[in-house]
């Protein structure tokens, strides 16, 4: 009887999760110093330093960080229980834990485990577009193009210059031909001359582009500190360069008021200071001079943003400042903004909230440096943005 043999196969699948080891850890630790950082965008917003750094300067940030660990099995401590869920959790969440022995109380030693404390080192640019991913433009509506420049630039021009630089080598030599034909009667390559370079000129590109107009205002009085001149340089910068990310061309107003408002350079913005009155009507006033006269709404996204410490001279006055918001969101204002420093209550910030029922107007109070990352979220909440209609 014939014998038959079986062969064996064996079928086997080589793990490469291995080999990827190192970029998944990487990813995890960067994805955790991320989220580290965003936590503490308070104490970073209010940091002055940033203000006036160069923006391609790197900073660094100290920002607490609990200590990653791989995942691997413990063995029981001799705890109750042996930590397992029941099927519903989800990667990070803890399913069992165990008290730590010892005070922890400050009152002396401990041997509880601290926070580990890390040192990240950004660009002034890569924290602002930490910043800017929870922030958010309400109320984008769709306006009329405008030209500005793009960052694109575009090698669309060919001129005589006795330099090599951007040296178009096709046309040169064809100029090398040229000559020669003319005045040896040979075309052929030879005795390049200086006059026969031809370079490659750079222009920057053109493209149609929303605009954007940021109108601040700003009271001067004598109750505006030096505290309260920080909030409104800090805030100013933060929002400026915000809407910079949103939109290509942004127009800069500056205003500055007592009891008369008037409208002064960026410098003049941040320097000037008064010992009169308050009167908030008056830069009001002139916001919506400049809407109507050099700013329309059909034109360009516009933003008024008031500072002040909430002090008006008297209740008419808070009476008008309300008919001038109004007739301003009447015309089409993508946002008006209220900042009140210092002070959490006002005759003012009240006639405000309780008289003013639209969207795009917004109200907030700021009595800490910590608390201005807070009042920019509030402002542009990303909650309430949508996209420009194409």
Not at 94 to 122: C, H, K, T, W
Not at 235 to 242: E, H, K, R
Not at 262 to 285: D, H, L, P, Y
Request: aromatic residues 8%; charged residues 30%.
């Amino acid at each position: 009887m014939p014998r038959f043999e079986t062969e064996r196969s064996f079928i086997s699948q080589q793990d490469w999760s291995l080999h990827r080891k190192g970029p998944t850890d990487e990813e995890r630790l960067n994805r955790k110093v991320k989220e580290a950082i965003k936590g503490n965008l308070p104490s970073i917003i209010s940091d002055g330093t940033i203000i006036s750094a160069d923006p391609n300067t790197k900073k660094t940030i100290r920002v607490p960080l609990r200590s990653i660990e791989l995942p691997h099995i413990i063995r029981s401590r001799g705890n109750n229980g042996i930590g397992a869920g029941d099927g519903g959790e989800k990667g990070g969440d803890i399913i069992a834990s165990r008290p730590v022995e010892g005070q922890g109380s400050g009152s002396g030693a401990g041997n509880a485990p601290g926070e580990d404390i890390m040192e990240a080192e950004l660009t002034i640019e890569e924290i602002q577009q930490l910043v800017f991913e929870d922030l958010g433009l309400p109320d984008l509506k769709p306006k009329a193009k405008k030209i500005v420049e793009s960052d694109e630039v575009v090698f669309d021009d060919v001129r005589k210059k006795r330099t090599a630089t951007n040296l178009d080598l096709r046309r040169t030599i064809e100029a090398n031909i040229r000559r020669n034909a003319l005045q040896r009667g040979e075309a052929v390559i030879d005795d390049i001359d200086q006059d026969d370079y031809r370079v490659r000129t750079s222009n920057i590109k053109e493209r149609e582009a929303e605009a954007a107009v940021l109108i601040m205002m700003r009271d001067i009085s004598a109750s505006m500190g030096d505290f309260e001149n920080y909030i409104v340089r800090s805030f100013c910068w933060w929002t400026v360069l915000f809407l910079r990310s949103k939109f290509p061309h942004v127009e800069l107003v500056f205003i500055i008021h007592d009891t008369e408002a008037e409208r002064v350079t960026e410098k003049e913005f941040f320097r000037r200071a008064s010992s009169g009155g308050t009167q908030c009507s008056s830069a009001n006033q002139m916001a919506l001079d400049c809407i109507v006269d050099e700013f329309p709404t059909d034109q360009y996204n516009v933003y008024p943003l008031h500072f002040s410490d909430g002090d008006n001279w008297g209740g008419q006055d808070n009476k008008k400042c309300v008919s001038l918001i109004k007739a301003m969101l009447e015309l089409g204002i993508s946002q008006y903004a209220f900042v009140q420093i210092a002070k959490p209550k006002s005759e003012l910030l009240e006639a405000y909230r309780t008289l003013i029922d639209d969207g795009r107007f917004s109200s907030v109070t700021i009595e800490k440096k910590e608390e201005v990352w807070g009042a920019l979220q509030t402002i542009f909440d990303k909650g309430k943005e949508y996209t420009t209609e194409k």
